[in-house]
């Protein structure tokens, strides 16, 4: 990969936590397979301590004619009760290529308890 950026933070996760979750907004000039399969190497990657939690392609996104759609924002979870309790470390990290250009931004990340 030609572009590599990580953003980490130790925390200790409380014995109640069961969610990670954030806002993802990808962004990518890498194009979706006909199918709409997105088979760019430009990915997102969440891992606590060592272990992958969630990943996504960093693909543009196109409508129903193959113009380019908008990004939106969008909130994932993951489930982190095997980690309660414990202090870890969380990081993000995102990888790109050379051929177009892809960002991945993320906010709002927070830790919740079960309802």
Same mark, same amino acid.
């Given at each position: 990969?030609?572009?590599?950026?990580?953003?980490?933070?130790?925390?200790?996760?409380?014995?109640?936590?069961?969610?990670?979750?954030?806002?993802?907004?990808?962004?990518?000039?890498?194009? @979706?397979? +006909? !199918?709409?399969?997105?088979?760019?190497?430009?990915?997102?990657?969440?891992? $606590?301590?060592? =272990?992958?939690?969630?990943?996504?392609?960093?693909?543009?996104?196109?409508?129903?004619?193959?113009?380019?759609?908008?990004?939106?924002?969008?909130?994932?979870?993951?489930?982190?009760? @095997?980690? +309660? !309790?414990?202090?870890?470390?969380?990081?993000?990290?995102?990888?790109?290529? $050379?051929?177009? =250009?892809?960002?991945?931004?993320?906010?709002?990340?927070?830790?919740?308890?079960?309802?």
């Amino acid at each position: 990969m030609d572009e590599y950026a990580v953003v980490s933070q130790h925390i200790e996760i409380p014995a109640d936590a069961r969610t990670l979750s954030f806002y993802s907004l990808p962004l990518s000039r890498e194009s @979706a397979s +006909a !199918g709409g399969q997105c088979n760019s190497p430009d990915r997102g990657t969440v891992f $606590i301590d060592d =272990a992958q939690v969630d990943a996504l392609r960093l693909c543009e996104q196109l409508d129903s004619e193959g113009n380019p759609m908008i990004p939106g924002w969008s909130r994932r979870s993951i489930n982190i009760t @095997a980690y +309660a !309790g414990r202090a870890v470390t969380v990081r993000f990290v995102f990888e790109s290529d $050379i051929e177009f =250009a892809s960002n991945w931004l993320v906010d709002d990340v927070a830790l919740s308890a079960a309802p």
